[in-house]
């Protein structure tokens, strides 16, 4: 282990509720049982290594404010990878979170040709394989960066320039096979760049047919290396193009029904992408749970003031405890898990920051896990939603849904019984307070 961040030399560990100030887990204890599993095995948490050591706290108006000396301009592109590399397994390590989660351009540089990238990227992903021995720490994802370059500024595999589409195959394809190489248990596409910026130039059907092409070719590939994982699509509406295609979930949904791939993509769920959508990020794990499409998290949070992307490490248990219980109540994780897409404010420049942000995003995961445990072993919503749609189980319920029954059918029945329902209170502020009154119950 080296000692970049010899600020924290010990590894983070559970301390409980003792001692004040420290760094130390107050409620993220791994070995912990919640619904049945160790905490750490419920919560798959990981962190990335885009925004924590490929960034260096620069935004639109200002340069870099972190202390991330491999970032620093001039320095030989390889030896900064690997002293990159270095601290970011040292930091995986004394976090003690299980997983870390990269694109191919945050840990290998790109190279003048696509040949030589693959050289570069393949040392760095043989030194990973090493490292993770090492640490014991584990791939969540993998995925490549298809929106940084110039090339992909009118997008990857929706550009109108098919020379772009196979650049970007080139790309997928090994960012796939170095995940694979590195036994991760999902791969990710991002769509940063796949929407448009003005409909003046754009013709929507061929982008969308390109867009389903890239990802038919993707599962093919995935197919015919034998990788296991999960492939992941990660919605999100726009940002930084004015319209992305994979918007939110019921978008990604019905696109991958209306190419026949939905049995091949599951979705990646970032919450400030699904506040930027208009939803919550209870919304969007809600509607992938119930439609079978839940596949993990990139854990975050926007500002609700201003509503951009701002990444900021989660904080708040009432929010995640229902993303939890909705996650819970489909079954937990199987392959997903917890990625911190997460970005530090640029004042928070002390090297011991990095660690400060993700325990305290650690900690609110794992309090709000212990509350949707707590929800589900309540009951009170799973009953509430039960009794709510019970009368589809009845015999009306079910002569609906029998495929003899037509429409006129059901007009006679309506006349012949003068049907006139009796409205039901959906009890809203009830099931309010029942999510409040488990979730003060938690010390
Ligand atoms: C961008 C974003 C990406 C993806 C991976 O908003 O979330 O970091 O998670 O490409
Ligand atoms: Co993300």
């Known amino acids: 282990m080296t000692d970049f961040f010899d600020d924290v030399p010990e590894p983070v560990r559970f301390a409980g509720g003792e001692g004040s100030g420290g760094l130390a887990y107050r409620v993220y204890d791994p070995d912990r049982l919640v619904a049945g599993k160790r905490m750490e095995d419920q919560l798959r948490l990981a962190v990335c290594y885009w925004h924590s050591f490929n960034w260096g706290g620069s935004d639109v108006f200002g340069a870099g404010t972190f202390d991330r000396p491999w970032l620093d301009a001039g320095r030989d592109p390889m030896e900064a990878a690997l002293e990159k590399q270095d601290a970011a397994f040292e930091f995986f390590a004394k976090l003690g979170t299980p997983f870390f989660c990269f694109h191919d351009l945050d840990m290998a540089p790109p190279g003048a040709t696509l040949r030589k990238s693959k050289a570069n990227l393949d ?3 043989d030194r990973a394989a090493q490292k993770m021995d090492e640490t014991g720490v584990r791939l969540l994802w993998g995925t490549a960066n298809l929106f940084a370059h110039p090339r992909y500024a009118a997008g990857a595999a929706t550009n109108p320039d098919p020379e772009v589409f ?7 394809r090994d960012a796939l096979e170095a995940t694979y190489r590195l036994g991760g248990a999902n791969y990710v ?7 448009y910026e003005t409909l003046l130039n754009t013709r929507l059907r061929q982008e969308a047919d390109q867009l389903a092409r890239f990802l038919e070719l993707v599962a093919g590939h995935k197919r ?7 492939l992941l699509l990660e919605p999100k509406p726009q940002e930084p193009t004015k319209h992305q295609y994979d ?5 990604v949904l019905g696109f991958l029904e209306r190419y026949g791939l939905a ?7 970032e919450g400030n992408h699904a506040t930027l959508a208009g939803h919550s990020f209870h919304h969007e794990v809600a509607y992938a749970v119930d439609h079978g499409i839940f596949g993990s998290i990139d854990a975050n949070r926007g500002d609700p003031q201003n509503g951009w992307d701002t990444d900021q490490f989660p904080n708040s248990v009432e929010e995640l405890s229902l993303v939890l219980f909705e996650i819970l109540r489909g079954g937990g994780f199987t392959d997903g898990g917890f990625n911190f897409d997460t970005k530090l404010r640029r004042q928070s420049m002390d090297r011991a920051d990095l660690f400060h942000a993700h325990v305290g995003a650690v900690d609110t995961l794992a309090q709000a896990l212990l509350v949707a445990e707590a929800l589900i072993a309540d009951g009170t919503l799973s009953g509430a939603r039960d009794a709510r749609y019970a009368a589809w189980d009845g015999p009306l319920g079910q002569r609906i849904r029998q495929p003899d029954t037509d429409l ?20 809203q502020e009830l099931l309010e307070n029942e999510v409040n009154r488990v979730t003060w119950s938690m010390t």
């Open 247 to 251: 918007y939110d979930c019921a978008a």
């Open 123 to 125: 040392r760095l992903v």
């Open 189 to 195: 596409l991002w769509g940063g760049r796949e929407g």
């Open 224 to 230: 015919s290396i034998g990788f296991a994982g999960t």
């Open 166 to 172: 196979v650049h970007a195959a080139a790309q997928v």
């Open 263 to 269: 049995d091949e993509f599951k979705v990646n769920i």
């Open 408 to 427: 006129a059918g059901l007009a006679d029945l309506a006349a012949r019984t003068d049907l006139e329902p009796t409205p039901v209170s959906g009890r």
